[in-house]
């Protein structure tokens, strides 16, 4: 399911404060159309005072502002309320990301912010993780040379190697960053919607669906970010988009951080990333199997 042309709502309490219309995907962010109703107008300050406090980076400031929004107000997706949002208000232009958890540590980054789940996801997870700005995250995907290279995955063991070997020149707390924005990543495309289709160019003769197995829809999500940036957020905006990525197994992308990370440090990967990538763990990618 995409979220263009979702219809999100600003409330306090039982009163309608906005509604966002979204229009675009900008992972992680969700951008759209804003519609006030009369009751933002009291509002509107603490969005102009908490976007002006995140553009001169006084984030002491931000943290300040913003929490005066967090506690007058709350988000309500398409589907029911979200536990936290961050939001920013311009006119009639809207730009927010949500999360099911408590937001930690945020750092603007242009239009981006980068932030950490206080309460994590995996359970036994080091709490003081390193962060990767999404920004670098997917320059340094870029490595493995985009969609032309995964059109039947040939090749793409030496794209991982070279990723590896750009990946172990960065700073050890980098390399378990690109791991943590990674299993992020697949997290995200956890979803019912994406596993649930059928593996292309597996119809068995009776016509009959071929489904995609657990490990495979992992390696076909793993396919999905290789392919870089433009393709996994056209991804996440359209369902139809990962019908191609069923029939790639790109399982080498999940290892490059835990080589480099070997390589570096002369000592094995064994930390546990905060979210987990297995297929079928998100829960809100897959509610009817965690009710």
């Not at 999360?99 to 540590?105: A, Y």
């Not at 378990?176 to 919607?193: K, P, T, Y």
């Not at 160019?201 to 995609?212: C, H, I, L, T, V």
Request: charged share 25%.
């Amino acid at each position: 399911m995409g979220f263009e042309g979702q219809v999100w709502q600003l409330v306090r309490g039982h009163e309608l404060v906005g509604e966002i219309v979204v229009e675009e995907t900008d992972f992680p962010w969700l951008r759209g159309r804003f519609i006030a109703s009369p009751a933002f107008a009291m509002f509107e300050p603490l969005f102009a005072r908490s976007r002006a406090l995140a553009d001169a980076e006084d984030r002491g400031g931000f943290d300040g502002a913003y929490d005066e929004v967090r506690k007058a107000l709350s988000l309500r997706s398409p589907s029911g309320p979200v536990a936290e949002f961050l939001l920013h208000v311009q006119g009639g232009h809207a730009w927010f990301r949500w999360s099911d958890e408590s937001f930690g540590d945020e750092e603007e980054d242009g239009d981006h912010a980068v932030y950490q789940s206080r309460a994590p996801l995996n359970s036994g997870v080091d709490p003081g993780l390193s962060v990767m700005t999404w920004e670098r995250f997917w320059q340094l995907v870029e490595v493995l040379g985009g969609e032309a290279v995964l059109e039947t995955c040939q090749g793409f063991e030496d794209a991982c190697g070279r990723l590896t070997e750009v990946l172990s020149r960065e700073p050890v707390s980098q390399i378990i960053g690109f791991g943590e924005r990674l299993a992020e990543a697949l997290h995200r495309l956890d979803q019912a919607d994406f596993g649930t289709l059928p593996v292309l160019g597996m119809e068995p003769a009776d016509g009959s669906r071929f489904p995609q197995s657990a490990d495979g829809f992992l390696y076909s999500r793993a396919a999905v970010v290789a392919a870089g940036r433009q393709a996994y957020e056209s991804v996440l905006g359209n369902t139809e988009r990962f019908v191609p990525f069923t029939a790639l197994r790109c399982e080498g992308l999940l290892y490059v951080h835990e080589e480099a990370f070997e390589q570096v440090t002369g000592t094995e990967w064994d930390r546990l990333t905060r979210y987990v990538y297995e297929s079928c763990s998100n829960t809100d990618g897959w509610p009817d199997l965690h009710k």
